[in-house]
C-alpha cells in the first residue's frame, strides 16, 4: 500500500520568498517519488523526480526536493519564489519495484505568489 | 516524441446522454491512466489500463468505464450523464520507470 499526503491545500508566500511545499510519503516498499506542477487548464507536468540515484533532487524551474527516509518526506523547495511559479503542485509515489506501477497522487498544493 | 494527446478538448453535453473521450498515448507506453479533476473534488483515480486489461480501478460508479487498444490507445465511456460529471478528465501514459506523461485534459460541461 502506498499514500502521500501534501500539508496545506493553499499556500501563500511573498515574491522572492522561499517556497515549501510539505509532503510526506507511505510505502511498504522502497518507493520512486515524483512533483507535478499543473497551470490552470492545463494537465500535470513533472517537474522533478526521487528513483534513489541521489537524495536531493534538483529540477526544473529551479524547484529541488530532498528524500528523507528517516521523515519519510519529500518536501519540495525554491529559493526565490517568481509570480510564475503560481500553480497547483502534486507529490505522487509508486513503489520502486519494477516498471509500470500503479502512481498515487496527493490532493495537491496551490500556491499563490504574492507582489 | 509527440506527446500525450487527447480529444475532444471541449464538450458540451446534457443531462442522461452519453460521452466518449479519446487518449493517444506517447510511442510505447503500455500503460494509460484516466484521472477526473474538479475544484471541488480535486484530482480523482478513475483507472487504470495495461496492455488492454484495466489493472486498476478508483472509486467511481459502473457509468464511468474505460477500454484500451492493441495500439495503446484508450478511451473512456461515461454514460448517463449527471451535473456532477462536469470535470477536467486527464489521461496519462506511464514510462517503464513510472514517470507519468498528462495529456491537456478534455473539458467536460454538463448542461
Known amino acids: 500500500a502506498q499514500s502521500v499526503t501534501q500539508l496545506g491545500s493553499h499556500v501563500s508566500v511573498s515574491e522572492g520568498a522561499l517556497v515549501l511545499l510539505r509532503c510526506n510519503y507511505s510505502?511498504?516498499?522502497?518507493?520512486?517519488l515524483f512533483w507535478y506542477v499543473q497551470y490552470p487548464n492545463q494537465g500535470l507536468q513533472l517537474l522533478l523526480k526521487?528513483?534513489?540515484?541521489?537524495?536531493l533532487v534538483k529540477g526544473i524551474n529551479g524547484f529541488e526536493a530532498e528524500f528523507k527516509k528517516s521523515e519519510t518526506s519529500f518536501h519540495l523547495t525554491k529559493p526565490s519564489a517568481h509570480m510564475s511559479d503560481a500553480a497547483e503542485y502534486f507529490c505522487?509515489?509508486?513503489?520502486?519495484?519494477?516498471?509500470?506501477?500503479?502512481?498515487?497522487f496527493g490532493t495537491g498544493t496551490k500556491l499563490q505568489v504574492i507582489p | 516524441k509527440a506527446g500525450v494527446t487527447q480529444t475532444p478538448r471541449y464538450l458540451i453535453k446534457t443531462r442522461g446522454q452519453q460521452v466518449t473521450l479519446s487518449c493517444s498515448p506517447i510511442?510505447?507506453?503500455?500503460?494509460v491512466s484516466w484521472y477526473q479533476q474538479t475544484p471541488g473534488q480535486g484530482l480523482q483515480f478513475l483507472f487504470e489500463?495495461?496492455?488492454?486489461?484495466?489493472?486498476n480501478k478508483g472509486n467511481f460508479p459502473g457509468r464511468f468505464s474505460g477500454r484500451q487498444f492493441s495500439n495503446s490507445r484508450s478511451e473512456m465511456n461515461v454514460s448517463t450523464l449527471e451535473l456532477g460529471d462536469s470535470a477536467l478528465y486527464l489521461c496519462?501514459?506511464?514510462?517503464?520507470?513510472?514517470?507519468?506523461?498528462f495529456g491537456p485534459g478534455t473539458r467536460l460541461t454538463v448542461l
Open positions: 496519462a501514459s506511464s514510462s517503464p520507470s513510472n514517470e507519468q506523461f
Open positions: 510505502s511498504s516498499v522502497p518507493p520512486y
Open positions: 526521487y528513483t534513489s540515484a541521489a537524495t
Open positions: 505522487a509515489v509508486s513503489p520502486h519495484s519494477g516498471g509500470y506501477q500503479k502512481v498515487t
Open positions: 510511442s510505447g507506453h503500455r500503460s
Open positions: 489500463y495495461f496492455s488492454e486489461t484495466q489493472r
